[in-house]
């Protein structure tokens, strides 16, 4: 029973993944996920009490899940540069997939009409600098990076990474996503940051 159970929290998860990207956050109603879960709304609220509750699940299935992936990468190996590089190739990978860039972009399609932005940046992006700024900071502590705030040094390294790929792909603006090129980009953004806080 309890794999019959999670069989079916998994696919109202997908099936409300799919609705949200139809048709946005505000537009969705429990009554459409149903339909296309293949389930009744009473099945829905007997896993997940509120539509809230159930893009909050989407999130972190879809989004936070596969960041902390990349983000489980922060481990020094005892090359500092090696494991920021691939923190970022593992970071950049994971950005550019196809599926989390329409996610963001449905995201921020809805963000002034509802409060999914907070609740995405809250699941995703701040997850994220909260890892990193800890990752940071231990760095600093050691002495393999000057004492700044780590917070700081996690948005500036961040920024170096992203660039503007990000921003490209949400706008559907082309872009090149070959390995070696993304490689090159990481290891310019980690030299850079690298060169920015090296230990005095």
């Known amino acids: 029973?309890?794999?019959?159970?999670?069989?079916?929290?998994?696919?109202?998860?997908?099936?409300?993944?799919?609705?949200?990207?139809?048709?946005?956050?505000?537009?969705?109603?429990m009554a459409d996920i149903a339909l296309s879960?293949?389930?009744?709304k009473a099945t829905l609220y007997s896993y997940f009490p509120s539509k809230d509750a159930l893009f909050h699940e989407v999130m972190d299935q879809h989004c936070a899940a596969?960041?902390?992936g990349a983000f489980?990468?922060?481990?020094?190996?005892?090359?500092?540069?090696?494991?920021?590089?691939?923190?970022?190739?593992?970071?950049?990978?994971?950005?550019?997939?196809?599926?989390?860039v329409a996610i963001r972009r449905s995201v921020f399609a809805e963000a002034n009409r509802s409060h999914v932005g907070r609740l995405f940046y809250q699941d995703g992006?701040?997850?994220g600098m909260t890892l990193l700024s800890h990752f940071?900071?231990?760095?600093?502590?050691?002495?393999?990076?000057?004492?700044?705030?780590?917070w700081v040094a996690a948005r500036h390294l961040l920024s170096l990474l992203e660039g503007d790929y990000p921003l490209r792909a949400i706008l559907g603006v082309?872009?090149?996503?070959?390995?070696?090129?993304?490689?090159?980009?990481v290891q310019q953004a980690v030299d850079l940051f690298l060169r920015g806080y090296a230990p005095a």
């Open 37 to 40: 879960a293949g389930a009744s």
């Open 72 to 100: 489980g990468n922060l481990q020094f190996d005892g090359d500092l540069a090696a494991s920021l590089n691939a923190f970022g190739q593992s970071l950049m990978t994971t950005l550019l997939s196809p599926d989390l």
């Open 125 to 127: 992006p701040l997850r």
């Open 174 to 185: 082309p872009l090149a996503t070959e390995a070696d090129e993304l490689a090159r980009h």
């Open 136 to 150: 940071l900071q231990g760095q600093m502590a050691a002495g393999r990076l000057r004492a700044h705030d780590p």
């Open 1 to 29: 029973m309890r794999v019959k159970s999670e069989a079916k929290r998994a696919s109202i998860v997908l099936a409300a993944r799919a609705v949200f990207l139809e048709k946005g956050f505000e537009a969705s109603t």
């Open 66 to 68: 596969r960041f902390a």
